[in-house]
Structures are given as C-alpha cells and as structure tokens.
C-alpha cells in the first residue's frame, strides 16, 4: 500500500492567520488552485486512488475531491472519519495567531514539554486517535490511498508513523496541500517522506 497524507489546501481563516480547528471553513480560490495543482502532480506521475479517506470538515472534503478528481473520472467514494479531524482548540478556536495569548505563545514555542492550554485537546490525544487510524486501514487491500487532514493531526500521523521522532513533527511547520508518501510492505509503514509542497505564504 502507498499511503499519501495530504493537509487542506488554503482558506481564509489560513490566510487571516487564524487558528481555525474544528470550524467548517471552505477553501478560498488559492486552496482550490492549490488542491488541483496536487492533483495534476498524482496524474502526470499515473497515480489512480483505490480508496480515499477524509476528515469530515469541508476544507479537507474538498481538497480530497479535487485531488480525486484530477486522477480520474469519477472520483472515487470519500469516507469520512472523524479521528482525522483538526486538534480541538477549545476557547481558543479563532484566535489570531498574529497577537496570541501568553499561553498559547508558550505552547507553540516548545510542544513537546508545554502541555496544551486547559480546554485544548492534548497532543497525545492527537497522537492515540490517528494511531487508530492508521491501525485500522494498514490491512486494507489497497494499492493507492489518500487521506485528507489537517496540520496538527497530519502532524500526529507523522509522529505515529516515525517512532523516532519523538516530539519533532510538532514543530515542523506543514504547508497547505502538503503531501507526504508511506509505504506499508512487510507489516510495516516506511519513514513518511514529503513529496510535494507549494510556495504560497504560510498559513495556519
């Protein structure tokens, strides 16, 4: 099975700088440019999908639709899971990542040792829902399989997928429409490697 991790492509919450979370934004124009760009990468290179999943939100649907459809016609099912939805920021869902709380500053300065601020979901809990996630799909009879997620929980798959990591993912900052490939051969997923970025101003 080739695994392809792709975060949503650009709204205008990205653009604004704000921490949008579990908010239904849709993509703006950029993102949906970005997200056929995406899909042109997978057509030229002769990528058919034999399975699509998503996040249930309306930016990560559309990206996976887009993508799915520039690699063949008709694009195939999208299912949704909600273990793949951005962390849950809790009070802070909206907040402008430009002039942020004292306590959000400190957290995104170290995640590793500053636990999340009281009413976010903790990254551990990130970390265990797509750890399910991924158990739950590595047996499926699939050659090609994309999923469609968000930056924090990518992140989390990231961290699943590389136990070495060991916190190094958090931090790494994952454009919109990012892609990164796994290859699960031998009861085993590969070290994710990114295989395609855009230069569009980053967002959040």
Known sequence: MNLYLVRHAQTAKNRQKLLQGRSNEPLNETGEEQSRRAGEFFRFRGVRFDRIWSSPLERSVRTAGIIGGCTQDPCPEIVLDERLLEMDYGPYEGISLENPPQEIIRFFSDFVHNPAPEGMESLQHVKDRLS?????????????????????????????????????????????????????????????????????????
């Open 132 to 204: 399910g996630f991924l158990e739950s799909i590595k047996e499926e009879p699939y050659e090609n399989v994309l999923v469609s997620l968000h930056a924090i929980s990518m992140k989390g798959a990231l961290e699943v997928l590389t136990p070495e990591a060991n916190g190094a993912y958090w931090s790494r900052y994952i454009g919109n429409c990012s892609i990164y490939r796994t290859q699960y051969v031998n009861g085993c997923f590969s070290v994710p490697e990114e295989i395609f970025s855009l230069s569009y101003e980053p967002g959040v």
